[in-house]
Structures are given as structure tokens and as C-alpha cells.
């Protein structure tokens, strides 16, 4: 079945590690997102790519990267995770066709924290 | 760029009533207006959309309108069931090279008390 996933779900860890948030899609979308959403509910968008080997900064700074090696897989890594990098972590993919707007379709999230 | 307000934050309402969230908007350019139900602990999803050319749209109990001279769009939820409880985002969206710029509001929790 056509779907985007992430793992893991849940992540605890402590100060200093480094991580990546994996994020697979077979929905054969093209556009793929990261978004960090809080408790209390705000969508804020970190990352987004158009396509294989394009990647690009949201509208929210976060010290994290991404990468687009293939065109399923969209992976998020914090290099050496701090508190401040609680939060859980939505990737989401499109499928629009130029100049055609569509709907986001969104993992079950990622629930980072950060001791 | 885009600014989306949204309110109220917070909404509670008795089951069989209707709920009114209402969203407002900035940037003349975004043609497509998204909302997403997100449950508690699970991922947001679209339940309905309305583009720039369309005044209204419904889908059984919801219902969305778009003013746009006035950028604001509103969900209607029509005789509320206790499976209505949720966070609503609304959206507005629109084409940035190849990109497809969205900017969520602030989400609206709402109770529907039984």
C-alpha cells in the first residue's frame, strides 16, 4: 500500500549524539517535506526538496540537514542533538504536477527527545 | 511572504452543534486553501481543500468557503460527533518555482463534549 513512513517513532537520547530520522515514501511523489511541530501544535517547516539531489531550507532555522540521494528516501540528521532539539519531526510528500497544487500527505511523526 | 491566521485556538462545542473555524490570509498569489485534521497522536490529514476559483465546497457534515477579496476562509462542521475532536490546520498554498509553498495557521483545538 502506497505510504509514507518514518522510524523510529519514538527516539530518547542524551546530549551530544549524533542522529537521523529516516523518512521513505513509495507514494512515487517527487516533493518531499520536514516539518517540526511542538506540543501544542504549530507546523513549522524545516526542509523541503523538489527532487533528487535538491534540497532546501524552510522557513524555520534548524541545525539539522537532509539529504536526497534517492527519490524515496528523505532522511533528517542532527549531528550532535541538544534539548532544544525536542520536538517531533513530520516528513510529508506531494505529488503536484507543475503548476498543479495537492495535497501533503504526512508520516506518524517522529517523537525526538533530547535529555 | 505568507501570513495564515487562524482562531480560535480553542473550541469547544456540544455534540449536534455546528463549529465555524476561521482562517485569514496575506498573500494574494496562494490559490489553494488545505484543511487538515490532525488526532490526538497521529498525523495530519487532509479532509477537504478549496482552490481560488471555487466560493464553496462541501463534503457531507464539513464545509468550506473562501472569500477571496477579502483572504478568509472558513470549515464548517455541521452536527458534531465526538469523533469530530481534533486539531484543525488550515493552510494556504501556492506555487514558488517549483515548490509548493505552504503556510499552515496555528491549529485550532476543538472538543465536541457528548
Known amino acids: 500500500e502506497a505510504d509514507i513512513y518514518q522510524t523510529p517513532r519514538y527516539l530518547v537520547i542524551g546530549t551530544g549524539k549524533k542522529i537521523t530520522l529516516e523518512c521513505s515514501q513509495t507514494m512515487g511523489h517527487d516533493k518531499m517535506y520536514w516539518y517540526q511541530q511542538d506540543p501544542g501544535m504549530e507546523l513549522h517547516l524545516i526542509h523541503y526538496s523538489y527532487g533528487v539531489n535538491s534540497t532546501e531550507k524552510g522557513d524555520l532555522s534548524s541545525e539539522s540537514t537532509v539529504s536526497r540521494i534517492r527519490t524515496e528516501h528523505f532522511p533528517l540528521t542532527l549531528e550532535s542533538a541538544r534539548p532544544s532539539h525536542t520536538s517531533q519531526y513530520l516528513c510529508?510528500?506531494?505529488?503536484?504536477?507543475?503548476?498543479?497544487?495537492?495535497?501533503?500527505?504526512f508520516g506518524e511523526g517522529s517523537r525526538l527527545t533530547v535529555l | 511572504g505568507e501570513n495564515v491566521e487562524q482562531h480560535p485556538s480553542t473550541l469547544s462545542v456540544q455534540e449536534g452543534d455546528s463549529a465555524v473555524i476561521k482562517c485569514t490570509y496575506s498573500?494574494?498569489?496562494?490559490?489553494?486553501f488545505p484543511w487538515y485534521k490532525q488526532e490526538l497522536g497521529k498525523r495530519p490529514q487532509l479532509i477537504i481543500d478549496?482552490?481560488?476559483?471555487?466560493g464553496e465546497k462541501k463534503d457531507q457534515r464539513i464545509a468550506v468557503t473562501l472569500n477571496k477579496t477579502a483572504k478568509h476562509f472558513s470549515l464548517h462542521i455541521t452536527e458534531t460527533q465526538p469523533e469530530d475532536s481534533a486539531v484543525y490546520f488550515c493552510a494556504a498554498s501556492k506555487r514558488s518555482g517549483g515548490y509548493q509553498k505552504v503556510t499552515f495557521g496555528i491549529g485550532t483545538k476543538l472538543q465536541v463534549i457528548p
Open positions: 510529508a510528500s506531494s505529488g503536484g504536477k507543475t503548476g498543479v497544487d495537492g495535497e501533503l500527505f
Open positions: 498573500d494574494s498569489a496562494s490559490n489553494y
Open positions: 478549496i482552490r481560488s476559483n471555487v
